[in-house]
Every structure is written in C-alpha cells, then in structure tokens.
C-alpha cells in the first residue's frame, strides 16, 4: 500500500527521462531538490495553498459545531419525533452527492454565490456523517454525569459546554480528521463552483499543472506529495485520537 507513495517521493526527485526508467532507481544518485522550487514557480501553488487552507479550517470548525450541538439534542435532549427525525437525516448519507448537487448548483447561483469560497463553506457546513458519530458518542457518555451537573444548576448549555464536550475528545478529533481530509481532498465541489484563478484551490491548482506540464512526471510527483505532507502530518498528529474515537463511538445505539 506505500509502495506508490515511495516510489512517488523518489520520482520527485529524479529527472523526467529516469522517472520511468527499468530498473527503476529508488535511491536517486543525485537528487533533485530543485524540483520543488520550480513548482512554486510554475503556478501560484502558494495561493493553492492558502485557499484550502482557508476552506479547509472554517468548514471543519463549522462542522464540529453544528454536528456536536446537533447530536447533542438527538442524544440527550427528549423531543417529539427525535428518532424519526434523525433518522431520516442519516438516511441522506445513502444519497449520492451527483443526485443533488445540480439543485444546489442552482440554489447558489440564484443566491448569487457563484465564484466564491462562501457557496462551498454553506454547502459543507452540516453534514449528517458527523452528526451520526458525535450521538454514537454522546450516547456512551453516562447520564449520571448529566444528571449531577443539572442538580448543580448547570443548564444544557453548560452541561454541553462543561461535561460533554470534555469527554468528546476522541469523537472529535476523528471528525476532525474527517472533515480535514475530505474538505482538503475536495475536487469537484471547487471544479464546479470556482473559475477565478486566486480562489482554485489545491486540488484544482495540480490539474492546472498537469495540464500544461502533462510531460514532467519529476515536478508533477513533487507538486502532489506536497499536497500530501500536511495531511499526513495531522493524521499522526491525531491519530491515537482518531482510532479511540472509531472504537468508542458505536458502543451504544
């Protein structure tokens, strides 16, 4: 499974007439770190950058929100039609996003967000999936925990605030993870709701370099791993956090 990635960190550092070379020369005898100077070079890659950078951490901060309180309610709060709401609101995850996202094309255009980060951060800002895993979560908290902080004069708001947010860590830390690397690997969403080349995004800013560097393998494998490294970087960051939270979150239904 790392055996791609492997061999794309040497081919960028090889020369394109040694990228496919047989047999292939893993260790590079001379490598090229020019390379990845020439890909800033190339392309405004930095503003790439910046922009998924931006989407990347006001969704996710948005998602953590709206998912966190929202599952609260489904999860402790005692309303009528709870379960038929949320479970209807789960079903969406069955529906696959080409179904709708001409509606949504035109609602934003209507809306006059066409061109704009501000079309894809609404579109993204609720998400049924996080939704789902934080009431996994909030579920196996005990409500004895709830119960004593409500008899302390703690309102919903505080107990969520003070107790179960608190113990939530894992859940969100894996929504985190989640959110980061679906929003950071988002390629059609930006492909259909941005054309100005200052708002593309990275994953749009490498389709732009391969189409107008398809022949330079070297560079086009330095311009994807560095679209990989802070990823990869966040993954091991949060990772012990990321598989206690999958652990944990589907103790109780």
Known sequence: MLLPFFWMASASLQMDKDVFRFPFRWIPKEPRWKNYLLIWQRVPF????????????????????????AAYAFARLKFKGRDLIFMGYIATIAIPWQVYMVPQFIIMRKLGLGDSHLALILLQTFTAFG???????????PRELSEAARIDGLGEYGIFFRIILPNARPALATLTI??????????????????????????????????????????????????LVP???????????????????????
């Not at 990823?231 to 944990?248: P, S, V």
């Open 178 to 227: 989640y959110s980061l690397v679906t929003v950071w690997n988002d390629f059609m969403g930006p492909l259909i709701y941005l054309s100005s080349e200052r708002l593309k995004t990275i994953q749009l800013g490498l389709r732009m370099f391969i189409a107008q560097y398809s022949a330079e393998y070297s560079l086009i494998m330095a311009a994807s791993l560095v679209s």
């Open 46 to 69: 930095l503003t790439f950058i910046l922009n998924t950078v931006k989407l990347t951490t006001i969704v996710t901060i948005l998602q953590l929100f709206t998912s966190s309180l």
């Open 131 to 141: 939704v789902f895993l934080m009431r996994q979560f909030f579920v196996s908290i």
């Open 231 to 253: 990823i990869i970087i966040l993954f091991l960051f949060l990772q012990r956090f990321y598989i206690e939270g999958l652990a944990t979150s589907g103790i109780k239904g």
